[in-house]
Each structure stands twice: as structure tokens, then as C-alpha cells.
């Protein structure tokens, strides 16, 4: 938002474009040299039939569905390699064999397709728009990762280390201390293949152990410290079963990642900026040993969205979904792509939003009103307008019998869209009982109240001015029936319709042909601006869902799950079923305040 805007594009720059830019200026990649033998390689250059292209990639770990922070690195990624001709794969960081499961695989493969990059995925020239092309999962490169921890302990770059996990961390140093050497730090190669294949053949127990990279204890940046490789987890693994009882750590396995499928530029979130040191130190030896192709990858960060009311963790989401906090990860109120997709948010809007949000190396917090504001600003164009009532009360007009005859229902209509004449009318009834909102009526109306009370015209929307005569109550002094009488010839769009001027306008729904339909209306999920600080249960708001019962207009009754409309003053809902609405956003200005 705040930086240049490419006269040639029109969109705004970021400082990711011009790092493209320049690599494609000064042919980085197109020139990418195999250092030795490509022998251990060779699985993934016959899928990458052009090295020069901008190759990016979005690599969840498949350990819980995906949220609106997500849908940004999905945006940022896939619209790069669109804008510059590349693609961008979708692969699973499914490194864990602990918290992975095929639910969430196909959840996020779910989710990509419907921001509507599934064809991006598609780069097979021998079978253009097939599918799968390019969907990866990290699991597949175990063996070449094992390859890999072997050729550093080769090359004195690891080394196995028996210290106890507390031992470990106690000797790492912090900031203004160096770590200490491991008492196993000086092994011999011989000796650290050993156990290394030790290790992997079940010989020691979990945690007994652990990979290490030989770097330098004294770094002034603690991730350089001899971070770990690989350790052992005898867990079963979605993808490859029980075969291995070591896995990678995601520091030594995300970079080989990248290099496999020949990335060029690793977008991450700022948090892993010190871990890119080690990033390039393990490419670069991997390189040096042939293992992988020169130059390769380079990881550039930016700031990671944050929402304000919105928890973007998976892990969180997750705690929601399995301790009964909401209905599952497609709950509406969820900002999980699916919760998102069922609270009727659609891909023109989040993406909206992703690049009004901007690409930046600083972080903070976007307002949830920008979210809605997208919301808003994709769907006006394009919504159906209908009138409903969400909270209703009857209105009864006592001398409809008297002008109109007994049992008449008038036939009114209004525009599908008030800026598109080409979608059309849309047709319901007017008759002696309405529904209207419970709130368009007052006994004692406060200063500047334009709608009924005993003595006022009111014009109902598209219909007829009426005058309203008073309001039945029960035993409690709840009003149970509005009444009025109808003020001839004031239909709207006939001749002198206007010639009664009136403050107030109301929307209503016959009861003649209104549809019933339960409504859900939604507060935010968390009460806290920016949840997730203190204890998560404390924040959450107990009352983020309202579901009422209200009328709608005859054209909504057999309303497609997933499409959206506006009800005239009371925002943007999507269909969630059969006669079912979500309430996706409110108008920006409420109605009638
Ligand atoms: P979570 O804590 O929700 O699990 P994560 O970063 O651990 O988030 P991954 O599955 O590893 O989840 O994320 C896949 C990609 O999405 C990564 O490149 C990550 O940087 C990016 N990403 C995750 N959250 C955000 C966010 N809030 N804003 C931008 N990008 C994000
Ligand atoms: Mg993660």
C-alpha cells in the first residue's frame, strides 16, 4: 500500500518483486550447475523442464487446516510465479510423523484449489491442465535426506551426540554466553556413521541421541550453534509407514526441500530470518559435495499476518476444534479457509484483502475491518439484493380487507441489483400480515426514531406508505402484532407514489409468501484485539453465535449452497444449506441509525 506502484503492472511493488526481478535480469538460475554427481538427484531434474523459470513454493505442514494467515503466503507465492511466468508447488512439509494426518492433507489440497490455484499446480507439458503436477511431499525425500546427514558426517560437517536433551540445551550458550563443545563433538568420522546408522536401525533408544551439524559453538547466532539433524521418534508416519524410527529435524529437511525441486526463491515469515544463515551453510556444502545444484535456493522473509480478533496457529485452532469450542474446522466463525469459505467469504475477497494487507518486513496487526472491507468491496458489485427479517414481529394492515378485498396479495418487485438492470427483478407478494423487524416499532419513540410508532408513515421498501395505529402486547409488555392501516395509492413506481414524503423506509416480508429460514449471526470469536497472549479460554467470546429464526423473500427459498446475497440494511450473507443463511459481514453503515 505504501510502496511504489510499477507504472507497467499497476500493482504495488514489494521488495520481493525487484529480488525476482533482478534474478531473472541477471539469468541467476537459468545457468544452475550440478557441482559433482547428480546421481542422487536425478529423481527430481526430470521434472524441472526449465531451470530458468521463477519456481516458488507453499509448504504447510499438514497438521491442522489452513487459516487467513496462510491464505497470504498461498497468495504471495502462487501470484509471483504467475506474474513472472513460474510455478509454484504445493508441497507437504510432512516431516513430523506426529501430528500429520490424511484429514489435513487433503484439507489444505482442498483449500489451494479453491482460492483457484489448482491449475498453477499444473505444469506437465505432456499433459497440460492435468492436475498433481505439482504437488510434493517432503516425506519423499527421506532417503535422499539420509544420503545427505551422511555425506556431512563424511565431511566432518556432523556428528552424533549422546548428551541428554537437557545437557544439550544447557550447553548452547544465549545471547551473551558461547555454547561449550559437546563431550562428543571430536568423534571420529568412522565412529559417527556408526551410530548414526545406529540410530536408524532401532539400536538406541528415542532421544538417546541426536545429529548434529559441526558448525561452531561460538556463534554469535545460536541457531549456527551445531543445530540438530535428524533424532529418533519411533512413530508411524502417514506416508512412510514404519520404515523409519529417525526423522529430520525441519531446519536440515526445509532447505534440501527447496533445493530438490530446484526453488529459486524461498518465501518465509520474518521469524525464520536468523535461521537463514544455516540455511545457506547446509546448501552450500550440499552444493560443494554435488548433492544438489549451484546456485540454489535463497530464503527471503516477510512479515507474517496477523488479524486483529483472529488466532492464526494451527495448533490453536486445533486446541478450539478438539476441546468443543466451536463446530469443527469449517465452523464459520473459524478463520480457517473452510470456516472462511462457510462464513461466505470467497477468493476474490481474501485475495483482495492479501494485497491490500501488502508484502512488508514489518510486521503488526491488520484490522478485522479491512477483512470485511474486502468483503464488502468484491461483493457489492455482484450480490443479489433481497429483503428479509431476522428478528420479526407481525405487522397486520386493518384496512387492507376494506381497499384491497379480502385474501388480495398485490405483487410488488424490485431489482436484482440496483446497478445492474441486466440481472433482473426479482417478484414477491405484499398482503394484510408482514413481517417486520421487532426493532421498527415503538410505543414511545426516542429522538429522531423514523419508523412505526402510533401516528407515523413509514414507506415499506418497494411496497406501500403506511400509518401505524398502536401494537398489541402480551402479559409481559412484549409486542406480539404491529398495526397499521395502508395509505391508498403510494405504491411505489406508480404515478403520485411520492406525493406522501415520509422520514422513515422499512423492509419487510409477507407472511404470505416469506420463506422461513434460520439465521446465524456471528460475533468475533475472540473478544481480545489480539488474542492469543494470555491464557487463549480466557478470550474467547461465550456468545460469537446467534441463531435466530426469520422470513425471507420467495426468490431465496431454493438458494444454492455457497451463494451469496445482501439483505437490504442487514449485510452480506452466503447460503449454508437448505433455507439456512451465515451472516458473512454487516453493511458499513448500519441502517436507520
Ligand atoms: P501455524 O503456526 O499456523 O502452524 P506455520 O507457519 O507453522 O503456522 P506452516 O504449515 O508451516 O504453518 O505454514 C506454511 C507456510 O505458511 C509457511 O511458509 C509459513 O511461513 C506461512 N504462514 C503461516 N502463517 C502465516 C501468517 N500468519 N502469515 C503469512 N504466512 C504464514
Ligand atoms: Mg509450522
Not at 140 to 165: C, K, P
Not at 393 to 421: Q, R, Y
Not at 424 to 438: A, V
Request: hydrophobic share 35%.
Amino acid at each position: 500500500m505504501n510502496s511504489p506502484v510499477d507504472s507497467d503492472t499497476a500493482k504495488p511493488s514489494n521488495f520481493l518483486r525487484h529480488v525476482i526481478e533482478s534474478d531473472l535480469d541477471q539469468g541467476t538460475y537459468s545457468a544452475r550447475q550440478w557441482g559433482g554427481t547428480p546421481g542422487d538427484a536425478a529423481h527430481h531434474a526430470a521434472g524441472m523442464p526449465d531451470p530458468a523459470r521463477v519456481r516458488m513454493r507453499f509448504p504447510p505442514e499438514p497438521n491442522g487446516y489452513l487459516h487467513i494467515g496462510h491464505a497470504k503466503s498461498i497468495w504471495l507465492n502462487f501470484e509471483l510465479a504467475r506474474e513472472y511466468g513460474g510455478v509454484c508447488h504445493l508441497r507437504y512439509d510432512d516431516t513430523n510423523p506426529e501430528k500429520e494426518e490424511q484429514e489435513y492433507v487433503d484439507s489444505i489440497r482442498d483449500a489451494v484449489a479453491w482460492l483457484g490455484y489448482d491449475t498453477l499446480l499444473a505444469d506437465n507439458p505432456a499433459a497440460p491442465g492435468a492436475p498433481n503436477e505439482h504437488v510434493y511431499f517432503a516425506s519423499n525425500y527421506f532417503d535422499f535426506m539420509y544420503r545427505a546427514a551422511e555425506y556431512l558426517i563424511g565431511a566432518g560437517l556432523a556428528y552424533v551426540d549422546e548428551q541428554s536433551a537437557d545437557q544439550i540445551r544447557n550447553t548452547r550458550g544465549d545471547f551473551n554466553t558461547p555454547g561449550t563443545d559437546s563431550p562428543f563433538r571430536n568423534r571420529s568420522v568412522e565412529e559417527n556413521l556408526a551410530r548414526f546408522r545406529a540410530m536408524r536401525d532401532g539400536q538406541l533408544d528415542d532421544g538417546a541421541a541426536v545429529l548434529r551439524a559441526r558448525i561452531d559453538m561460538a556463534s554469535p547466532n545460536i541457531n549456527m550453534r551445531d543445530p540438530a539433524l535428524y533424532r529418533i521418534r519411533r512413530a508411524t508416519h502417514h506416508n512412510t509407514g514404519d520404515k523409519w524410527c529417525i526423522y529430520p529435524m525441519y531446519t536440515f529437511a526445509h532447505p534440501i526441500e527447496d533445493a530438490l525441486e530446484e526453488i529459486t526463491h524461498s518465501i518465509c515469515t520474518l521469524e525464520f530470518e536468523d535461521q537463514r544463515p544455516f540455511y545457506d551453510w547446509l546448501l552450500d556444502r550440499l552444493a560443494e559435495g554435488g548433492l544438489i545444484a549451484s546456485p540454489h535456493p535463497r530464503q527471503y522473509e516477510f512479515a507474517r499476518l496477523n488479524v486483529t480478533h483472529v488466532i492464526t496457529s494451527k495448533r490453536r485452532l486445533r486446541q478450539l476444534v478438539e476441546e468443543g469450542h466451536v463446530d469443527g474446522w469449517d465452523d464459520p466463525r473459524m478463520p480457517t479457509l473452510a470456516g472462511l469459505r462457510r462464513r461466505g467469504y470467497t477468493p476474490a475477497a481474501l485475495k483482495l484483502f492479501c494485497e491490500r494487507s501488502g508484502v512488508t518486513k514489518s510486521g503488526g496487526w491488520i484490522d478485522y475491518a479491512s477483512l470485511e472491507a474486502a468483503l464488502r468491496d468484491t461483493l457489492d458489485p455482484i450480490a443479489p439484493r433481497a429483503m428479509a427479517v431476522l428478528d420479526p414481529v407481525k405487522l397486520v394492515i386493518t384496512n387492507w380487507d376494506e381497499l384491497m378485498g379480502a385474501g388480495f396479495l398485490d405483487d410488488c418487485s424490485a431489482p436484482v441489483h440496483p446497478h445492474h438492470p441486466e440481472m433482473g427483478r426479482r417478484e414477491f407478494k405484499f398482503g394484510r400480515e408482514l413481517w417486520i423487524e421487532r426493532t421498527d416499532y415503538e410505543e414511545t419513540p426516542p429522538k429522531g426514531y423514523h419508523r412505526l410508532y402510533p401516528g407515523n408513515k413509514v414507506r415499506l421498501k418497494y411496497g406501500h406508505v403506511i400509518e401505524c395505529t398502536g401494537a398489541t402486547k402480551d402479559a409481559g409488555g412484549r409486542v406480539t402484532e404491529v398495526q397499521a392501516r395502508l395509505v391508498p395509492d403510494t405504491k411505489s413506481g406508480t404515478p403520485g407514489a411520492d406525493a406522501i414524503k415520509v422520514k422513515g423506509v422499512m423492509t419487510w416480508v409477507a407472511v404470505a409468501d416469506g420463506v422461513e429460514t434460520e439465521i446465524r449471526l456471528y460475533e468475533r470469536l475472540f473478544s481480545a484485539p489480539q488474542p492469543g497472549s494470555a491464557d487463549l479460554m480466557e478470550e474467547l467470546n461465550r456468545d460469537s453465535l446467534l441463531v435466530t429464526t426469520g422470513y425471507v423473500e420467495p426468490a431465496l427459498a431454493n438458494a444454492a449452497t455457497g451463494s451469496a446475497v445482501q439483505f437490504e440494511r442487514h449485510g452480506y450473507f452466503v447460503a449454508d444449506g437448505p433455507k439456512r443463511f451465515n451472516r458473512a459481514s454487516s453493511l458499513r453503515d448500519s441502517w436507520g441509525k
